[in-house]
């Protein structure tokens, strides 16, 4: 189980800047798309916020992915 615990660690540490590079290509293409000024401000206000919420959100798995790595969730052995 602990092993299983350090490969999802590698896991999650990828997953993390992935979900970010992905968000930051789809709020591109998604502004490149607006064809108005306004509806151009609006998109990117829009993904300004998205960006804002889930890029700690993003940064928070590769921490988590760190500690499981190094075996901090590592079941303790029980005292007989």
């Given amino acids: 189980m602990n092993r299983l615990k350090k490969l999802l660690g590698i ?35 829009q993904w300004g916020i998205i960006l804002f919420i889930f890029f700690p959100i993003c940064l928070g798995l590769v921490v988590f992915g760190f500690y499981a790595w190094k075996g901090e969730y590592d079941q303790l052995e029980k005292p007989d």
Avoid at 28 to 42: F, P
């Fill in 11 to 45: 896991i999650w540490i990828a997953l993390g800047p992935l979900a970010m590079a992905f968000l930051f290509l789809q709020a591109i293409d998604k502004v490149g798309l607006a064809h108005s000024d306004i509806e151009r401000m609006n998109t990117i206000l």
